[in-house]
């Protein structure tokens, strides 16, 4: 017989004094954000917002606090804010980072905190950047399972190391940090770039997966890996903390191998 | 002023972006594994040339026309220069290929400093390899030897 145990209640309430990090640091910051409107002008445009903020805060809430308080016309993307969906990557103090998991407190804040939009795509408004480049070298390397023969009945098996193999590039969130962060990419934006390899990556290594053989073909371009010149910046980049680099390079060995 | 703004998601690629197909052959790869391989015969060939040339016996000093002379009578030194002439000039000229490659933002820009890259490397490969082959130290024009003193007199 057993003895149902009664929920804990969701809500704790603690006595008073107890728990809390006391109070939160504030400070002020200068947020300097690139802007650009065609309906305005052609001409992209620095402009300059003061704001007090808190310890706790990310470069997303500065943002924010300027959109909702300052100035209504600033516009960017964010979905999730938490790190997940990877719709606000973008250039601050010169790096390539997501908004939403940058805490300004880790930024110089003495000096004004450079926002910009990311690079070598297209900028639509602000900080949007049209990303279908992006998105179309990510549908040409087909992301997506391709199985030969019959449906399983039941479903596909694989061992824990089967699945460690390409565990890493399973993370992207397809936010583009990588890509444009490339200076390959920012040329003439013509290679397939690294978000592109990472996600075939997840599928050549994929042990369920029987279309390896055709990615890698793909690749073989001469817009594709030979174009990586191991410069590491998506790896820098990522805010997934992927190997983007030696992903890079595995498919490279793969290539060869098959090959040679 | 006002901006046609299209609809997102509309599939549209801007044209600076669409990537021309049938870009296959490998090339490109064979290319990046020539890199590599010549890279690494580079590295033997040239520290041998260095150390023989600098070091070995009286070393630099030894360096002078009647040197040169010598070491190219024997076709080791022949195989040998050849070999790092090519595999340098290949190798360099490649590297300078793919700078362009990254670099030139424009097609015409592009053509124009890989035509000059081909042109120059075709010219250093083939006269550094008829100077190998050709490379007589005591030449005689109708029938005078040409001074120099290098030669036994005849
Ligand atoms: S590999 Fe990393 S940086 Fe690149 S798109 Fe995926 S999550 Fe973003
Ligand atoms: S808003 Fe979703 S990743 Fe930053």
Redesign the pocket.
Known sequence: MTTEMAEPASRIDLAPGIGGGGEIPSFDITLRVRRYNPEVSAEPAWDEFSLTMYGTDRVLDALHKVKWEQDGTLSFRRSCAHGVC?SDAMRINGRNRLACKTLLKDLDTSKPIIVEPIKGLPVEKDLIVDMEPFFQSYREIMPFLISKGHEPTKERLQSAEERERFDDTTK????????SSCPVFWTDGQYFG??AI?NAHRFIFDSRDDAGDMRLEILNDKEGVWRCRTVFN?TD????G?Q?TKAISEVKQAILNRKI | MSATIETPRSGRIAPQYRRSKGNGGSFEMIAWLFMRLSGIVLVVLIFGHLFVNLMVGQGIHAIDFGFVAGKWASPFWQVWDLAMLWLAMLHGSNGVRTIINDYAERNATRMWLKGILYAAAAVIVILGTLVIFTFNPCPVVNGVPLPGGFCPAP
């Open positions: 990877g992207c969130i397809l936010c583009a940090a990588c890509t690294p978000a990472v998506c980049a990522c805010p997934r992927i983007v």
